[in-house]
């Protein structure tokens, strides 16, 4: 008997609300469908625009979530369920998971200041919160570093945005900065010659800014050159190692010393 009541109010139950239920689940198909297309709309415009990748797909993401938002609202209003109470309810909810999703929501809002002010992009290397690396990727809530030891770090976009940043190839060349001691037996003039024909062997480094060796400093043991030259972002690394070789070998073929630290050894007669 009890099992003959169950089905009966289940069918009422079907009768009902079945129509609603099959409604709505067409919204949400046909929604879905259409936030596909508009998507891909969307994207291609992006394209056209020879927008960042990054901001295109910043944009889309963002457009995609409000869009679903959106299409959840239609479905659950198909169900029934009165705007007004929802819209109260999503109020209430929203305080609540923002209060327990704060880091989240300060990532969040950091992800926007970084496509807003573009402090820096893909493919960029920087210097924040204790990291160093190549940018890989900006997405909504984090931003993803390559460091030079080919490490993948994960940097909260909330602290990103909101501390120092050093954007090392923000202006398409650095500057090679290398201080070379010699020996206080060397000739100045002879010195800077050789450093300077050490800098114009390198083939990236560049006219403009111009290359400098000047006297630096008057060390303990040494006089000490300031070397410096600029070079673009991809020949970096390559050119400053390059040219550490070369001035060690033209010195060497010059006769000018490098100080080190020597050990005398006394013998003692008996």
């Known amino acids: 008997m009890d099992t003959?009541?169950?089905?009966?109010?289940?069918?009422?139950?079907?009768?009902?609300?079945?129509p609603e239920l099959l409604k709505a689940l067409a919204v949400l198909f046909i929604g879905l469908w259409v936030?596909?297309?508009l998507l891909r709309m969307i994207k291609k415009g992006l394209a056209k625009g020879h927008l960042d990748e990054t901001l295109q797909k910043f944009l889309a993401n963002l457009v995609n979530w409000v869009l679903k938002i959106v299409l959840i609202i239609a479905v659950l209003g198909q169900l029934g369920i009165e705007s007004t109470s929802l819209v109260a309810v999503l109020g209430a909810a929203s305080l609540a998971v923002g209060l327990a999703l704060q880091?989240?929501?300060?990532?969040?809002?950091?992800g926007v200041l970084i496509m807003l002010f573009r402090p820096f992009k893909v493919g960029d290397v920087i210097q924040a919160q204790g990291e160093l690396g190549t940018v890989k990727e900006i997405d909504i809530f984090t931003t993803k570093l390559i460091t030079p030891q080919n490490r993948l770090v994960i940097v909260p976009n909330g602290a990103l945005s909101n501390n120092n940043i050093t954007n090392f190839t923000a202006e398409g060349f650095q500057k090679i900065y290398l201080t070379i001691g010699?020996?206080?037996?060397?000739?100045?003039?002879?010195?800077?010659e050789?450093?300077?024909n050490a800098i114009l062997k390198q083939e990236h480094a560049m006219e403009d800014p111009a290359p400098?060796?000047?006297?630096?400093?008057?060390?303990?043991?040494?006089?000490?050159f300031a070397?410096?030259?600029s070079v673009p972002n991809d020949f970096f690394w390559p050119t400053q190692f390059a040219l550490i070789a070369t001035i060690?070998?033209?010195?060497?073929?010059?006769?000018?010393?490098?100080?080190?630290?020597?050990q005398v050894e006394i013998q003692k007669k008996s």
């Open 248 to 262: 060690k070998e033209d010195l060497d073929a010059a006769g000018i010393e490098i100080p080190y630290p020597h």
């Open 212 to 224: 400098l060796v000047e006297v630096s400093g008057l060390g303990d043991s040494s006089v000490d």
């Open 4 to 18: 003959d009541k169950i089905l009966e109010h289940l069918k009422e139950i079907l009768f009902t609300y079945g």
């Open 35 to 37: 936030i596909k297309i």
């Open 227 to 229: 070397v410096r030259c």
């Open 194 to 196: 050789v450093l300077m």
């Open 182 to 192: 010699v020996s206080y037996d060397a000739d100045i003039k002879q010195t800077k």
């Open 103 to 110: 880091g989240s929501l300060a990532n969040f809002a950091g």
